[in-house]
């Protein structure tokens, strides 16, 4: 196969399985975005763009590791009844449901910094909506609180979100000095989100009541939820210091399996392997994309648009992250774009960008991350919320978190 029709396969193979992601399941290819970035790397070797050693070496097992490490710490939280307790805590402890919305929002952002927060809205969503079900008030403001504020909280470490985690290996930046830059985005950007919901359901919020449960609150595995702590603290403590961060996670997820004594079987279905397949087909499918030049390409004929200054750069960077993380997906955007951070003035501060970019612009629509479809799809059947009631929250959302986040970043 000459190079220049292995250059055009590789396109449309590309686009083809984007399409597949981006969209919703087709009626004449049935596929889920894991299958379908799997279905895009089987493509990318069998119609030759990429040898299967190539296909293997493609693939960022730092990342997957990491992702594999955080969602076995989260799964024995949730078998320890810590997300359950954390809900009914919140529902018993809130006097007002605009309170209760405060709570959410902190709730939310705050396990997400410290989890993955896809895995966070996983678990979440379905104890939120039993808690507002419970206490009988309106669940659109709080679902949208959940989803955006899981987007928001994960910004602030490495460990957030899949994007923090390629862009933590391919930067090399310290857990430390990531966290430093961006926590202070991800406070401002709670609270912006907070604002803005809180006056957008004014309305609904002022006139519903809270009703408290009569039943007492789920009992918790005190034990294992003392261990899962225990451990979380040392991994963090282990982030810190400098130690691999991927090993590191994976360390605290094993010892809790040892120490633990529970059926394993239990908590491995408890992790989304579908997450884990979708992120290794994915890094098979832009590498096929990125053999043909044309990731290259497009960053010499747009590198006049950024601007010749640091803080040009960073604006641009941002503006233009945020669009292409909406058409192309975050994840697929970080790893075509990333490969273009080095020839930025400030490489390091642009990676702290394309995060905050990548991640506040999840906010953006429902589509915008897989945290938002996690919270929509887990609530179906109790609300309904459709794209332009999450857009007219998300959109405001969005710009506000994106203009103070970044003025934020280049303060500091």
């Known amino acids: 196969m000459n190079t220049l029709p292995r250059e055009l396969v590789a396109i449309a193979i590309f686009a083809f399985t984007y399409v597949l992601i981006s969209g919703r399941r087709l009626k004449v290819l049935p596929l889920n975005r894991p299958a379908a970035a799997l279905l895009g790397a089987v493509l990318m070797v069998s119609c030759g763009v990429l040898s299967p050693r190539q296909a293997y070496q493609s693939v960022d097992y730092d990342t997957l590791v990491l992702l594999l490490g955080m969602m076995l710490i989260s799964a024995y939280l949730f078998l320890a009844g810590f997300f359950e307790w954390a809900a ?73 979100n899949p994007q923090n985690m390629i862009i933590g290996h391919l930067s090399g930046i310290s857990f430390v000095r990531f966290s430093a830059a961006l926590l202070p985005v991800a406070v401002v950007g709670l609270a912006i989100q907070y604002a803005v919901l809180s006056f957008g359901f004014r309305k609904m919020l002022d006139a519903a009541v809270i009703h408290r449960p009569e039943n007492p609150p789920q009992t918790m595995d005190r034990r294992l939820l003392r261990l899962t702590f225990g451990v979380l603290f040392l991994v963090f403590a282990g982030f810190i210091s400098g130690l691999n961060l991927p ?70 960077l941002a503006w233009f992250s945020a669009l292409g993380s909406n058409i192309f997906s975050n994840v697929p955007f970080v790893l075509v774009a990333g490969k273009w951070i080095p020839n930025f003035v400030a490489p390091e501060l642009m990676w702290k960008v394309m995060a905050l970019a990548t991640t506040l612009a999840g906010n953006l629509t429902i589509l915008g991350s897989v945290a938002n479809i996690i919270v929509v799809e887990s609530a179906r059947g109790h609300c309904e919320l459709g794209f332009w009631d999450y857009a007219k929250f998300g959109i405001p959302v969005t710009l506000l978190t994106l203009i103070a986040g970044l003025a934020v970043l280049l303060l500091l």
């Not at 902190?106 to 896809?118: E, F, H, P, Q, W």
């Open 88 to 160: 009914d805590w919140i529902l018993r402890h809130a006097r007002t449901p605009r309170q209760l919305l405060l709570y959410l929002v902190i709730c939310s952002g705050t396990l997400s910094a410290a989890l993955v927060n896809d895995t966070v809205c996983l678990m979440l969503t379905p104890l939120v909506v039993s808690v507002m079900v419970r206490g009988r008030l309106p669940l659109a403001p709080y679902l949208l609180a959940l989803a955006m504020s899981a987007n928001l909280g994960s910004v602030a470490t490495l460990v957030g």
């Open 247 to 316: 090993w590191t996670a994976l360390a605290g997820g094993a010892l809790i399996m040892v120490l633990a004594r529970r059926d394993t079987h239990e908590v491995l279905k408890l992790v989304d392997w579908h997450l884990l397949v979708f992120f290794a087909a994915l890094f098979i499918v832009v590498e096929g994309l990125g053999g043909t030049g044309l990731p290259d390409q497009i960053y010499g004929r747009l590198r006049g648009m950024f601007g010749q200054t640091a803080t040009t750069q960073a604006w641009n």
